[in-house]
């Protein structure tokens, strides 16, 4: 990790750009993980002695880039996940579907259940027991023949969910294998990516409002 993947850093909070294959938290692979990549660099940059205080407040899965917004008090990291459980963090992603879609823009609806045994979730079209109710909405921004570029707003956040329902309309993401890509990417990314990022900040209450630049834009063409 870089300065350059700091997208904004206070007293209270850090925000940085997720690179594709980082776990954000520790996992069975044993990877180092992305809130002990920023702590280390914390540490090293306002050479603080002892512990660093870092507080996941959300989670991007493995092969997702993009936003990622740390608390670096306690105080901020209460009201962040207060804020996200009250839906007050506006999250925009871009994602590069192998299809397009039937509807240049539309409200998905869905009932997802996860099987964590295969670490993969299915949605259904109509209310099932253990059912997650999950909605989201997307534009097309941009089609290459049979490709196109979705900006997409999640309204609820289940794990998996853009994948999964863009997928049941059609959209695969690219080298989503999971979700029925026909193949993977070279660096085993997909094609999602947290674009930007919209809320008050916990503490300031100023505005933050940031994008995430693509770390590997070639292979969004």
Request: glycine share 6%.
């Amino acid at each position: 990790m870089t300065e350059a993947d700091v997208l904004h850093e206070d007293n209270h909070i850090i925000i940085v750009n997720k690179r594709a294959g980082q776990v954000v938290q520790i996992d069975e692979s044993g990877d180092t993980p992305l809130c002990e990549i920023v702590q280390a660099f914390l540490k090293k940059k306002h050479k603080k002695e002892g512990n660093v205080f870092l507080g996941v407040t959300h989670r991007l899965d493995r092969p997702v880039s993009g936003v990622i917004i740390f608390a670096k008090t306690s105080k901020a990291l209460t009201r962040l996940n207060k804020m996200f459980q009250e839906k007050e963090i506006q999250k925009t992603y871009w994602a590069f579907c192998l299809a397009n879609p039937a509807k240049a823009s539309d409200l998905l609806t869905h009932y997802l259940v996860k099987d964590r045994r295969k670490n993969k979730t299915k949605a259904h079209n109509k209310k099932v027991t253990e059912g997650k109710f999950s909605q989201l909405e997307y534009k097309e921004i941009k089609r290459s023949g049979r490709q196109s570029l979705l900006e997409v707003n999640p309204l609820t956040g289940r794990p998996h969910q853009i994948r999964v329902q863009l997928a049941s309309i059609g959209c695969i993401i690219k080298g989503d294998l999971k979700y029925g890509a026909p193949k993977a990417n070279e660096d085993k990314s997909i094609c999602l990516h947290s674009r930007r990022v919209r809320f008050i900040h916990p503490v300031s209450k100023e505005e933050i409002d940031l994008e995430a630049p693509l770390h590997r834009p070639g292979l969004w063409k």
